[in-house]
């Protein structure tokens, strides 16, 4: 039986927000559900702390630093008309590989890979999209921060003006799945929320005034509650499409994954890890992440398997039992063995860095290295997830073992651009200096 794959993506989704991950509110009745009834995974890192080098690494496969696009954050509307600052047409994607196999696939929702006519999800893979190309826009007006409409159904502008972003996307999905349920297509559905990215927005309390142009950081809006309701919505939706893909007759052969491109930002909840959206601090990097597949994991499954999102290509990819480019080999590790046997753990050695803050960190076991500006750092996670007890005195050689490693791991990696830039959307939080 061929799988079909859901992929849902939330935007800047706290460690802690979701109530199967210990929060503090009742927000995500659906998602829990849905841990309940297969894999909740304790260990998932994003492959950045911040948007778009995320989604770079989910597309290919393979670590963003490779790509000169990946470079940027936020990859806004400047970089409209870029031929450079993009996910490359010839790149081989996860939808390029699963279309070229006889897959229907489709985005629906967020891009932020590069501004058409050079880039865009209709020229990597996916045949059908629907949602914005920037980072973040109004979920009332569709606006980007430059005051542009940005809503987008296969290249053309989409006039949608006050219909709810979170709802558009949701409803796309389930018409989508109910599609599927009729043709009987195998299918990839990349399902990539802004929720709950800025700005502070839910279905019944939009912003006022609106935010448009340089406003939509939405510095002086939001709270902790219109925060917690847009997660309520998206959590709906989901709820929704989880129904329609049972009533399909699809749920028994589908893989639904859900996570989050990094940690949240200023209302998230991200206990008990330290740090944001920005950080490699734990709370910048470890996220939520929940598997749903009947055919193959058992309802209550646990695993505390670390691994990036990328595994989760190289994972859909090993399902669908298709081959990546030989020229384009994965950094992505498949995670099959675990979805199968959870508690099947294999060592998976993580690193990233971050020009914002010259930051440099990598994962092995229970050991984690840490480099902030001159500060280095040694946390053992199985004791201290918080990452307050620096053990790089107790354990120099240690230190300068994983030091090494991370060196040799980024003399694989393309350079950071001179001109590459980052935006510091938050500050990472208060790290001891030695």
Same mark, same amino acid.
């Given at each position: 039986? %061929? ?17 199967? !991950? ?13 841990? /309940? ?7 998932? !890192?994003?492959?950045? =702390?911040?948007?778009?080098? *995320?989604?770079?690494?989910? &597309? ?9 696009? &990946? ?30 196999? @006889? ?22 893979? !996916? ?13 009332? *007006? ?29 409803? +796309?999905? $389930? ?5 599927? @349920? +009729? ?9 990539? !929320? ?14 006022? =005034?609106?935010?448009?142009?340089? *406003? ?26 989880? &129904? ?11 893989? #639904?994954?859900? %996570?989050?491109?990094?940690? @949240? ?24 992440? #929940?598997?749903?597949? =009947? &055919? ?12 990036l999102t990328m595994d989760w290509t190289a994972t859909l990819l090993a399902a669908a039992k ?21 508690? /099947?753990?294999? =060592? ?34 199985? *004791?201290? /997830?918080?990452?307050?007890?620096? +053990? ?7 230190? /300068? %073992? ?13 350079? $950071? ?15 001891? %200096?030695?």
């Amino acid at each position: 039986m %061929t799988t079909n794959f859901i992929f849902i993506l939330a935007d800047d989704l706290g460690y802690a927000d979701l109530g199967c !991950y210990g929060g503090r509110e009742q927000i995500s009745p659906s998602l829990d559900r849905m841990a /309940a009834q297969g894999l909740r995974m304790t260990q998932s !890192y994003s492959n950045s =702390p911040v948007c778009s080098p *995320t989604r770079f690494a989910l &597309a290919t496969g393979r670590y963003q630093y490779r790509l000169r696009g &990946a470079a940027e954050e936020p990859l806004t509307g400047k970089f409209k008309g870029s031929t450079t600052v993009g996910l490359p047409p010839e790149q081989p994607t996860m939808a390029s590989l699963l279309r070229g196999a @006889g897959y229907r696939t489709a985005l629906i929702g967020k891009w932020h890979l590069g501004y058409p006519p050079h880039f865009g999800p209709l020229l990597s893979g !996916y045949e059908t999209h629907f949602g914005p190309l920037s980072g973040g826009a109004s979920y009332f *007006t569709h606006l980007d921060r430059f005051g542009e409409v940005d809503l987008y159904a296969n290249n053309e502008v989409c006039m949608r003006q006050g219909e709810y972003l979170t709802d558009l996307l949701s409803n +796309k999905a $389930i018409e989508y799945v109910q599609a599927r @349920g +009729k043709d009987r297509d195998p299918f990839l559905l990349s399902l990539h !929320y802004t929720a709950p990215h800025w700005p502070w927005e839910s279905r019944h309390a939009p912003a006022d =005034p609106p935010v448009t142009g340089p *406003t939509m950081e939405h510095l002086d809006g939001g709270s902790i509650h219109i925060y917690h309701q847009m997660i309520r919505e998206m959590d709906e939706g989901i709820g929704r499409l989880l &129904a329609a893909l049972e009533e399909a007759g699809l749920s028994h052969d589908t893989l #639904v994954i859900f %996570t989050s491109d990094n940690g @949240g930002e200023r209302f998230s909840d991200n206990w008990p890890l330290v740090g944001g959206k920005m950080d490699l601090t734990e709370g910048g990097i470890r996220v939520p992440c #929940v598997a749903h597949w =009947p &055919a193959t994991i058992a309802p209550g499954a646990l695993s505390d398997q670390p691994h990036l999102t990328m595994d989760w290509t190289a994972t859909l990819l090993a399902a669908a039992k298709v081959q990546p480019d030989p020229a384009s080999p994965l950094d992505g590790v498949s995670l099959l063995p675990v979805l199968d046997a959870p508690n /099947a753990l294999f =060592p998976r050695p993580m690193f990233w860095r971050m020009k914002y803050r010259d930051q440099r960190a990598m994962r092995d076991g229970r050991w984690k290295y840490l480099k902030v500006e001159e500060h280095e750092y040694l946390f053992d996670l199985e *004791t201290d /997830a918080r990452e307050r007890a620096n +053990k790089a005195r107790q354990a120099p050689e240690r230190l /300068a %073992t994983m030091r090494s490693a991370w060196e040799a791991w980024n003399q694989d990696m393309a350079p $950071i651009p001179v001109e590459a830039t980052v935006s510091p959307i938050c500050s990472l939080a208060d790290m001891p %200096t030695r």
